[in-house]
Structure formats: structure tokens, C-alpha cells
């Protein structure tokens, strides 16, 4: 059974940071090129960032460029996103898959408010 199970989500000042994991199960993440997608609170899904498959480059949309850092652990079959200066218009559920697949997690909830 596939699953992707993210977490780190949660309540953040502006300009904190937070962690965000996505664990993968049912099938190996290594082949494939992974992302991270979002949706805010009454807005559609939007496109994140986006890694190839082993980690040699990565992708960003522009409003997270410079802030937010995609990473991958094949090892562990884990991928990761580094949040930094957290906005207030970054507050959106966050999750992670592959298109390839159309594998999805249900997502992790990140608001940042003060």
C-alpha cells in the first residue's frame, strides 16, 4: 500500500522557520522526481517546488525562491522542506508526491501568524 505521510507542519511567527518531512511507503522514491504542492485557505493547489531524482537539482516557484530549501534522502525514502522567513502567505496545507504516479500524502497544516 502506498503512503506518504507528511509532518513538521504547525504554528509559526513571521520570519520563523519550520521543517517539514514526507515519509514514503509502498514504493521507492529514488526513480522518481518528487514535489511539493500547497493550498491555501480558499485558493487552488499550487506548485511548491520540485527535486530530480537524485537530489542534483532543484526547483522552486519564484514567491519561495531564496527561502525555502527541497532535499531528499533516497536512503530513508524520505523528502524534506526547509521554510524559512515564513510569511503570512505561505500558511497552506503542504504536501508531497509525484506526478508520475499521482501519488499524493494528505498534507501537513502550516499557518504562520503572529
Known amino acids: 500500500q502506498v503512503q506518504l505521510v507528511e509532518s513538521g507542519g504547525g504554528l509559526v511567527q513571521p520570519g520563523g522557520s519550520l521543517r517539514l518531512s514526507c515519509a514514503a511507503s509502498?514504493?521507492?522514491?529514488?526513480?522518481?522526481?518528487m514535489s511539493w504542492v500547497r493550498q491555501a485557505p480558499g485558493k487552488g493547489l499550487e506548485w511548491v517546488a520540485s527535486?530530480?531524482?537524485?537530489?542534483?537539482?532543484?526547483y522552486y516557484t519564484d514567491s519561495v525562491k531564496g527561502r525555502f530549501t527541497m532535499s531528499r534522502d533516497n536512503a530513508k525514502n524520505t523528502l524534506y522542506l526547509e521554510m524559512n522567513s515564513l510569511k503570512s502567505e505561505d500558511t497552506a496545507v503542504y504536501s508531497c508526491?509525484?506526478?508520475?504516479?499521482?501519488?499524493w500524502g494528505q498534507g501537513t497544516q502550516v499557518t504562520v501568524s503572529s
Open positions: 508526491g509525484t506526478e508520475a504516479l499521482d501519488y
Open positions: 509502498g514504493f521507492t522514491i529514488s526513480s522518481y522526481y
Open positions: 527535486i530530480d531524482s537524485d537530489g542534483s537539482n532543484t
